[in-house]
């Protein structure tokens, strides 16, 4: 009896999901472009419908769960009256996992049979030898054995432990291999469902077809989180006589559940998050102190939550620049990715060509002896030809070689600086000159004189720029009196006490930099070294 009510339950139900299936649409909307903000982005999904005159229900499904509601905007043909929009999750879709997925965990699950019976298998060994081991006595102690039967029971003994060897180390080695391909089936299969969800999220628009559709068009749009970009560059250099090519690129990051499969981006700098209104003044009211009653706040009713605000402004006519166009709007940057890309939902960094820059640089070496013995290679170019100069790390490649990582800085100057690694070509040499430096007492009054000296050796074939920096201390304290007596032709900033010089040498030539200063406190005290 319970059966048969358990049955009709069941061919009910199926009755009623298709009484309220006949109308239903789903539509294969796949995603075709995508807006990435830094910590969102905008999906757009295209969607094809065919359909007699009525009412129905056009069905997207397999959505990310990451979906702000309250941004989802859905556009259709004039044929198409919209009725109306909900969310809702269908529990009973069963992800569809690509072939290659499929094998490997078919493949997991015969290597885990597999090492399962190996591990039996040894277990058995062990029980058997422990089993011969243990009952190992022959004859008694009043018949004794004779030697012919001993030397058999010798040989069975050696045989059998040969085997259970034999079979021992062939289960391992087998065990050992089988654990690596184990392994690297895991880390392919945890690649994979890193980022990918149980997608269970549908938007179920309710339209009216005010005539028979055919490939009709419906655009279904919404903001979801887990996902952002960040640029970073790539500076190459071949030397000092070629213009410097920067390349910006975006690495984007997402986890939506959504992979993007042949989608036009496009980056920008703003941020949906932040909303866009103008704060306002208001009447700063002065009245008497009055005490605050807490409890009367956790009875005031809570307010909703404000719908996010859309961004919305007027392109500038965008600037072509190599794999992205530019456009200046009035308060981001947009890139338009102009390749199609496909980044699959693994929260891996994935890397999107957006421009080459070509800059013509002042290339500079520069020197801080004190600090470090090694010259650097420096590129200044102007800060107003980089591409709204976003901040972010960049790989720097000089004369074909890697030479380290730099940081570009948004900076309202009007050049930017650029380090593109270390010259060891160029050497420097920083020594006290001990002859021209004394320690002498005048009274209460101790003076300390100094005189140092850099050398400069350019090994090059080709003349150098050089910016040599070095310094002279700066007294905290009125008793303590630092002068310089000879500034060696340098530059002097009083505040920070550098020395700054520019040289020009010439190729397998050396200049020499040369400065002295004196200190002068009170003898009785001691003061930091310098």
């Given at each position: 009896?319970?059966?048969?009510?358990?049955?009709?339950?069941?061919?009910?139900?199926?009755?009623?999901?298709?009484?309220?299936?006949?109308?239903?649409?789903?539509?294969?909307?796949?995603?075709?472009?995508?807006?990435?903000?830094?910590?969102?982005?905008?999906?757009?999904?295209?969607?094809?419908?065919?359909?007699?005159?009525?009412?129905?229900?056009?069905?997207?499904?397999?959505?990310?769960?990451?979906?702000?509601?309250?941004?989802?905007?859905?556009?259709?043909?004039?044929?198409?009256?919209?009725?109306?929009?909900?969310?809702?999750?269908?529990?009973?879709?069963?992800?569809?996992?690509?072939?290659?997925?499929?094998?490997?965990?078919?493949?997991?699950?015969?290597?885990?049979?597999?090492?399962?019976?190996?591990?039996?298998?040894?277990?058995?060994?062990?029980?058997?030898?422990?089993?011969?081991?243990?009952?190992?006595?022959?004859?008694?102690?009043?018949?004794?054995?004779?030697?012919?039967?001993?030397?058999?029971?010798?040989?069975?003994?050696?045989?059998?432990?040969?085997?259970?060897?034999?079979?021992?180390?062939?289960l391992t080695k087998l065990e050992n291999k089988y654990t690596?391909?184990?392994?690297?089936?895991?880390?392919?299969?945890?690649?994979?469902?890193?980022?990918?969800?149980?997608?269970?999220?549908?938007?179920?628009?309710?339209?009216?077809?005010?005539?028979?559709?055919?490939?009709?068009?419906?655009?279904?749009?919404?903001?979801?989180?887990?996902?952002?970009?960040?640029?970073?560059?790539?500076?190459?250099?071949?030397?000092?006589?070629?213009?410097?090519?920067?390349?910006?690129?975006?690495?984007?990051?997402?986890?939506?559940?959504?992979?993007?499969?042949?989608?036009?981006?496009?980056?920008?700098?703003?941020?949906?998050?932040?909303?866009?209104?103008?704060?306002?003044?208001?009447?700063?009211?002065?009245?008497?102190?009055?005490?605050?009653?807490?409890?009367?706040?956790?009875?005031?009713?809570?307010?909703?939550?404000?719908?996010?605000?859309?961004?919305?402004?007027?392109?500038?006519?965008?600037?072509?620049?190599?794999?992205?166009?530019?456009?200046?709007?009035?308060?981001?940057?947009?890139?338009?990715?102009?390749?199609?890309?496909?980044?699959?939902?693994?929260?891996?960094?994935?890397?999107?060509?957006?421009?080459?820059?070509?800059?013509?640089?002042?290339?500079?070496?520069?020197?801080?002896?004190?600090?470090?013995?090694?010259?650097?290679?420096?590129?200044?170019?102007?800060?107003?030809?980089?591409?709204?100069?976003?901040?972010?790390?960049?790989?720097?490649?000089?004369?074909?070689?890697?030479?380290?990582?730099?940081?570009?800085?948004?900076?309202?100057?009007?050049?930017?600086?650029?380090?593109?690694?270390?010259?060891?070509?160029?050497?420097?040499?920083?020594?006290?000159?001990?002859?021209?430096?004394?320690?002498?007492?005048?009274?209460?009054?101790?003076?300390?004189?100094?005189?140092?000296?850099?050398?400069?050796?350019?090994?090059?074939?080709?003349?150098?720029?050089?910016?040599?920096?070095?310094?002279?201390?700066?007294?905290?304290?009125?008793?303590?009196?630092?002068?310089?007596?000879?500034?060696?032709?340098?530059?002097?900033?009083?505040?920070?006490?550098?020395?700054?010089?520019?040289?020009?040498?010439?190729p397998e030539q050396s200049q020499t930099a040369k400065f002295?200063?004196?200190?002068?406190?009170?003898?009785?005290?001691?003061?930091?070294?310098?």
């Amino acid at each position: 009896m319970i059966n048969k009510i358990v049955v009709s339950i069941c061919i009910f139900g199926l009755e009623l999901s298709n009484a309220f299936a006949q109308n239903d649409l789903k539509t294969n909307a796949n995603i075709t472009h995508v807006t990435v903000f830094r910590s969102q982005a905008q999906i757009t999904r295209l969607a094809s419908i065919d359909a007699n005159e009525g009412l129905y229900n056009v069905i997207f499904d397999k959505l990310s769960p990451y979906i702000n509601m309250n941004s989802v905007e859905v556009k259709a043909d004039q044929a198409i009256t919209i009725l109306s929009v909900m969310n809702r999750n269908q529990y009973l879709n069963k992800e569809e996992k690509p072939e290659s997925i499929k094998l490997m965990e078919d493949s997991l699950e015969s290597l885990n049979a597999s090492l399962a019976d190996f591990k039996a298998d040894k277990e058995t060994i062990l029980f058997q030898k422990e089993l011969m081991l243990a009952n190992k006595n022959v004859g008694s102690n009043q018949t004794g054995v004779k030697t012919d039967e001993l030397e058999d029971l010798i040989t069975l003994y050696h045989k059998k432990l040969n085997e259970f060897k034999t079979d021992w180390f062939r289960l391992t080695k087998l065990e050992n291999k089988y654990t690596e391909i184990k392994q690297k089936l895991s880390q392919q299969l945890a690649e994979y469902n890193n980022g990918q969800l149980q997608l269970t999220n549908e938007i179920v628009v309710s339209i009216k077809a005010n005539r028979e559709l055919q490939n009709a068009k419906m655009e279904l749009g919404y903001l979801v989180s887990n996902v952002g970009w960040q640029p970073f560059y790539d500076i190459r250099v071949k030397d000092t006589k070629s213009p410097v090519n920067i390349m910006c690129k975006a690495k984007i990051t997402q986890g939506t559940g959504e992979d993007w499969k042949n989608v036009m981006l496009k980056l920008t700098t703003a941020n949906p998050a932040e909303g866009g209104n103008k704060p306002e003044l208001q009447t700063n009211w002065l009245r008497f102190y009055e005490p605050i009653d807490y409890n009367a706040n956790l009875r005031k009713p809570m307010s909703a939550a404000p719908q996010m605000q859309r961004l919305k402004s007027e392109q500038d006519v965008a600037e072509s620049v190599g794999m992205a166009s530019v456009a200046e709007t009035a308060i981001n940057t947009e890139f338009i990715v102009n390749t199609p890309y496909s980044i699959p939902s693994d929260n891996a960094p994935h890397s999107v060509d957006l421009n080459v820059l070509s800059l013509l640089a002042e290339y500079i070496y520069q020197a801080v002896p004190r600090l470090e013995k090694d010259v650097f290679v420096t590129a200044r170019v102007a800060a107003n030809d980089l591409v709204n100069n976003l901040q972010g790390e960049a790989n720097v490649y000089f004369d074909g070689t890697f030479t380290g990582n730099t940081y570009i800085n948004s900076t309202a100057e009007d050049t930017l600086t650029l380090s593109l690694g270390i010259d060891k070509r160029i050497q420097v040499e920083r020594k006290k000159l001990k002859e021209f430096s004394s320690k002498s007492f005048f009274g209460n009054t101790k003076t300390e004189s100094n005189t140092w000296e850099v050398i400069i050796r350019n090994t090059r074939k080709e003349s150098i720029k050089i910016l040599l920096e070095d310094q002279v201390p700066v007294s905290t304290d009125k008793e303590i009196e630092v002068k310089i007596t000879d500034a060696g032709n340098a530059s002097v900033e009083n505040e920070s006490g550098k020395l700054k010089w520019i040289f020009n040498v010439a190729p397998e030539q050396s200049q020499t930099a040369k400065f002295s200063f004196e200190v002068k406190y009170p003898k009785d005290k001691k003061i930091n070294s310098y």
